[in-house]
DNA sequence: GTCCGACCTCAAGTTACTTGAGGTTCAAGG
DNA sequence: CCTTGAACCTCAAGTAACTTGAGGTCGGAC
């Protein structure tokens, strides 16, 4: 049992969005204290976990909303098995396409460091195209 | 010379982001023809990839601008290779998180299909956390 | 007991686009 | 030549997902 501060850390993200998440109906009505004060548990910080992964591959909110009700009623598996896959692809090609910026990157700053750091001129930018 | 639609095209966007970048300063002013058209060359194209290129590393629009008018004024490279430099761990640091959120589905996909397809009955989302 | 950091609510602001309305322009076919 | 549908134009308004701000309460260390 720990505080909305507490559980925000855990999860990366800040405390606002966690109240956001709630009002949105992506997080469930938390607990409170006595004096008003939510207070959370190990399932919510797991739930919270999985928005975040799930809105890193910038899966829309409305969208996350809806597979976790899938999962909460006991809808068949084979409808977040899909959804899983779609999204392990849409992981592996984003992948790609991020080491394919880091080689260029890397020519880049090769070239910025071999030509122009020296004489400390501007370097192209769109040579890194 | 192409189109603005050509231009969107090539640089995997929408054609009314193309003029929101015009309108935000991003782009330069498109030559126009008669009619009004705004027509484009291989510099635009160039210009507009690496746009979408660090806005894809969620680098800030207000960023990516005063990046670019770095290196338009010439200014010494050190600075861009500093920002280059930390663009590259970005990603690096990214491209693990995202193999490692590929492996944790690839689990839950596997118990998924082991436990659960048989009897098409609910998954437990929580377990791939 | 008091003080500071963490909590509360509710409203408004921000970023980066997207969508819609209402109207020209271009180019391929009849 | 004419027309017709896709692509272009401007300007205003809408949207998603947060973030920030104002104004106030709570908790626990000194």
Redesign the interface.
């Known amino acids: 049992m720990f505080t909305i501060g507490v559980l925000a850390r855990k999860a990366q993200c800040s405390v606002p969005t966690v109240r956001y998440y709630e009002a949105q109906g992506l997080m469930p009505p938390a607990e409170r204290r006595e004096s008003g004060h939510r207070v959370y548990g190990r399932?919510d910080l797991?739930?919270l976990?999985?928005i975040r992964?799930l809105r890193?591959?910038d899966v829309p909110l409305e969208r996350v909303k809806s597979?976790?009700a899938l999962?909460a009623?006991?809808?068949?598996?084979?409808e977040?098995?899909a959804f899983?896959?779609e999204?392990?692809d849409a992981?592996?090609q984003?992948?790609e396409?991020?080491?394919d910026?880091?080689l260029t990157?890397?020519l880049?700053?090769a070239n910025?460091?071999a030509g122009?750091?020296p004489a400390?001129?501007?370097?192209?930018?769109?040579s890194?195209?």
């Open positions: 399932a797991a739930r976990v999985m992964r890193d591959l597979l976790l999962e009623n006991g809808k068949p598996c084979a977040t098995l899983f896959q999204q392990r992981i592996r984003r992948i396409a991020l080491k910026l880091d990157l890397s880049h700053m910025c460091q122009c750091l400390n001129g501007p370097c192209d930018l769109y890194a195209i």
